[in-house]
């Protein structure tokens, strides 16, 4: 059995996409006649090597997916401050009375 030096094998990557956006890039494509394999291993060696125009699309991926999970976890973070609310009757004042009460009665917090 021959041994096969490291980075010569090939190897398969699968993502998974709708229907929709994989007619449009292929169709993409074929207009500027470039093959999918081609393009993919274009891409990641851009990716990989840090050319810096694809540096600056992931970082505007990373800002794109950092700020949805910001703005999910402040939506799950203010339904359960009304729920809170909700469950003990509590309005904007009596949250202010508590503080000001706790304040007084330990003030070295």
């Known amino acids: ?5 490291y980075g010569n094998t090939i190897k398969k990557i699968c993502v998974d996409s709708t229907d929709a956006l994989h007619a449009e890039l292929k169709t993409r494509l074929h207009y500027d006649e470039i093959r999918i394999k081609d393009f993919f291993n274009e891409v990641v ?4 090597g840090r050319n810096e125009h694809m540096l600056a699309m992931v970082g505007e991926i990373k800002a794109n997916k950092i700020s949805a999970i910001k703005r999910n976890k402040a939506k799950k973070m203010r339904e359960k401050e009304i729920e809170t609310i ?15 009460i706790l304040e007084k009665e330990h003030p070295e917090l």
């Not at 060696?45 to 990989?48: I, R």
């Open 1 to 5: 059995m021959s041994e096969v030096e």
């Open 86 to 100: 909700n469950k003990f009757g509590l309005n904007k004042n009596d949250i202010e009375n508590i503080f000001d």
């Open 45 to 48: 060696m851009a990716y990989v």
